[in-house]
């Protein structure tokens, strides 16, 4: 049967060109035929030539509706069947689903029965237990029983011993109540002898350590206004050539600058650098003798007073060079370069 479809569907879609062109060229024919009957042509070979082949054209169109109904009958047909197996498909399915329900029930069934053995089991060895626990039971109670006989053997000599144990405790009450009571005093840690000592020393080490770099840089400015002044006295010949050559005032003033600034700046940083360490770390070595239990020391460098430091010994060695600098170069070469007149002495 299939075959045959194939076959007739493959004849059809073959004809289906065919049957549009007769679609439209039958009505042409039919017009012509219908106007040679009109004219009275009709015995005309013509017109039954034109006869014939309308007749032709009626039969294709008939063989291709046949084709064309079989063709659409047999695809219903065809879509029925396939509707039909999918119910079939449907109903397999359900069916296995209702299998798998079955055998699930059944499972559960036979699960039901072996927790059934299982509980039975579980009641008997209950049953067991209950019983050994009714025994242990009257053991129980026959040990209570006892202890009862004990407790009350035991109590009068319970009672005379909690006698005693109260007479004691009004004895050392009567004694307690006729001791005085104590005065206490709470010290805080600024009424403690060394920490007040320690505190006093450090705050006099702090004050020496606000006077002393005053004076250091006093001594410092005195010592470079001297060693100055007494370079540039001995150089003045020098300097008067260096003026008479050309030579700046800035220039010579700066190579004296240098001259001083390089090795103070240089003392400042190696001063600052090893100064923060050793006199700290060697006043408190010195008053460790005093004060026990200073195990550990702590010496990190204060950039900031480094720095002021550094920059206060620089100017102060700039400013007694610019002092002892500041009458030579304001003088002329040819007075430069004769020695200096010695100042007038007194009579004695």
């Known amino acids: 049967m299939r075959e045959q479809y194939e076959q007739e569907k493959t004849a059809y879609e073959a004809m289906l060109p065919q049957l549009n062109e007769i679609n439209e060229i039958l009505p042409i024919v039919d017009q012509q035929i219908a106007d040679m009957q009109y004219a009275g042509l009709t015995d005309t070979e013509e017109y039954a030539l034109l006869h014939q082949r309308q007749a032709e054209m009626n039969n294709l169109l008939t063989k291709g509706e046949i084709l064309k109904t079989f063709v659409e009958k047999f695809e219903q047909k065809?879509?029925?069947?396939?509707?039909?197996?999918?119910?079939?498909?449907s109903y397999a399915q359900q069916i296995l689903e209702k299998e798998t329900e079955l055998s699930a029930a059944e499972e559960q069934i036979n699960q039901g029965n072996s927790s059934l053995d299982t509980a039975r089991k579980?009641?008997?060895?209950?049953?067991?237990?209950?019983?050994?626990?009714?025994e242990e039971l009257n053991q129980k109670i026959e040990a209570l029983e006892q202890a009862k006989q004990e407790y009350s053997n035991t109590e009068q000599q319970i009672q005379s011993e909690l006698k005693d144990a109260q007479n004691k405790i009004d004895c050392a009450e009567e004694k307690l109540s006729m001791l005085i009571v104590p005065q206490w005093y709470v010290l805080d840690r600024e009424t403690i002898s060394?920490?007040?000592?320690?505190y006093h020393d450090a705050e006099r080490i702090a004050n020496l350590g606000q006077l002393l770099p005053v004076m250091f840089f006093f001594v410092a400015a005195l010592v470079a206004l001297t060693a100055m002044t007494r370079m540039v006295e001995e150089q003045r010949q020098q300097v008067g050539t260096l003026k008479a050559l050309g030579s700046a005032n800035s220039s010579i003033l700066m190579r004296y600058l240098l001259y001083a600034l390089i090795p103070t700046a240089s003392g400042a940083i190696i001063g600052v650098l090893i100064g923060e360490k050793i006199l700290p770390l060697a006043i408190m070595y010195a008053?460790?003798?005093l004060y026990t239990g200073l195990t550990e020391y702590l010496?990190?460098?204060?950039?900031?007073q480094g720095i002021i430091a550094i920059l206060a010994s620089t100017v102060c060695t700039c400013m007694a060079t610019l002092f002892a600098c500041y009458k030579i170069i304001r003088a002329k070469p040819a007075q430069i370069m004769r020695s200096d007149v010695p100042k007038s002495g007194k009579r004695v």
């Open 122 to 134: 579980e009641l008997d060895k209950i049953n067991q237990k209950l019983n050994q626990s009714w």
């Open 299 to 304: 010496l990190p460098y204060n950039l900031t």
């Open 287 to 289: 008053y460790s003798v």
């Open 78 to 89: 065809e879509q029925e069947l396939i509707s039909n197996q999918s119910m079939i498909q």
């Open 194 to 198: 060394s920490y007040v000592n320690f």
